[in-house]
């Protein structure tokens, strides 16, 4: 009997671990995604000044960036 207990307890344990899981990757994606975003804007400023392209650093292009990263920042780049 005591070894269905700790079967039931190991399967929920389990259970809420791959539940816990996800939400945590989802959060280290959107973090990865956000520095790749805020690098590449900050490259696209750097190096574009040179050659007269230049993203304003507002709220919005921030944001832009920060959620959808490099991606983010070519549409805004094609968009200009």
Avoid: Q, S, W, Y
């Amino acid at each position: 009997m005591p070894l269905l207990g700790v079967l039931v307890g190991f399967i929920l344990l389990l259970i809420f671990g791959k539940l816990l899981v996800l939400p945590v990757k989802v959060l280290v994606r959107l973090l990865l995604n956000g520095l790749a975003g805020a690098v590449t804007l900050f490259l696209v400023n750097l190096v574009g000044g040179m050659f007269g392209l230049h993203l304003e650093i507002t709220a919005l292009n921030a944001l832009i960036a920060g959620f959808f990263g490099v991606p983010g920042v070519i549409v805004m780049l094609l968009l200009r």
